[in-house]
């Protein structure tokens, strides 16, 4: 059974990079694509972005110039980062595991998410 | 706002049957994918693709599709479907996906 554990700090200032590592049990994060959704106090989800490993990865676009998904399969992790940020990053930040065909996609297993907060 | 429109607010009475609508354009080519989240909760997977549930999924949860308008169908809703229903499917330029803005049902 796949279980997915995000980490990272729990306090970010503003204009520093925000770094969180999703740790993958009971799978390869070779297998499937992985993503990052996050969710401000009191407002819904977004959408980040994810990766195929060794193949592309794709970023909200009101997002891309500041975000990169990258994954380590020595480590089975994978990673997001947000550069720039703002109190309006403030938000739980999800990691999902991905699938689907060409006229759907579905994030099928979640972790629990984690609070990250921008302020001085 | 989404490209994905969903009403923010939806409720039923106990034991009836709600249905829960996300619209958009991209819509008439793409399937919706729904998620239920409680509070305090991650998202949880209810229905993807043109009708699948995964394991788990009572099979009181159903989805379908017409037009621009994909819907999520609660028949005999129960207490614990009081939750925060989202569609998640492909944006506007048809290469990035994109959540609704979300459902909140109430069951009464």
């Known amino acids: 059974q796949v279980q997915l554990q995000e980490s990272g700090p729990g306090l970010v200032k503003p204009s520093e990079t925000l770094s969180l590592t999703c740790t993958v049990s009971g799978g390869s994060i070779t297998d499937y694509s992985w993503s990052w959704i996050r969710q401000p106090p009191g407002k819904g989800l977004e959408w980040i972005g994810y990766f195929y490993y060794s193949e592309y990865s794709k970023y909200n676009p009101s997002l891309t110039s500041r975000v990169t998904i990258s994954g380590d399969t020595s480590r089975n992790q994978f990673s997001l980062k947000l550069r720039s940020v703002t109190a309006a990053d403030t938000a739980v930040y999800f990691c999902?595991?991905?699938?689907?065909?060409?006229?759907?996609?579905?994030?099928?297993?979640w972790g629990k998410g984690t609070t990250v907060t921008v302020s001085s | 706002s989404s490209e994905l429109t969903q009403d923010p607010a939806v409720s039923v009475a106990l034991g009836q049957t709600v249905r829960i609508t996300c619209q958009g354009d991209t819509l008439r080519n793409y399937f919706a994918t729904w998620y239920q989240q409680r509070p305090g909760q991650a998202p949880l997977l209810v229905i993807y693709g043109r009708n699948n549930r995964p394991s788990g999924i009572p099979d009181r949860f159903s989805g379908s599709s017409s037009g621009n308008t994909a819907s999520l169908t609660i028949t005999g809703a129960q207490a614990e479907d009081e939750a925060d229903y989202y569609c998640y499917s492909r944006d506007s330029s048809y290469n990035h996906w994109v959540f609704g803005g979300g459902t909140k049902l109430t069951v009464l």
């Open positions: 999902a595991r991905g699938s689907g065909s060409g006229f759907y996609y579905y994030m099928d297993v």
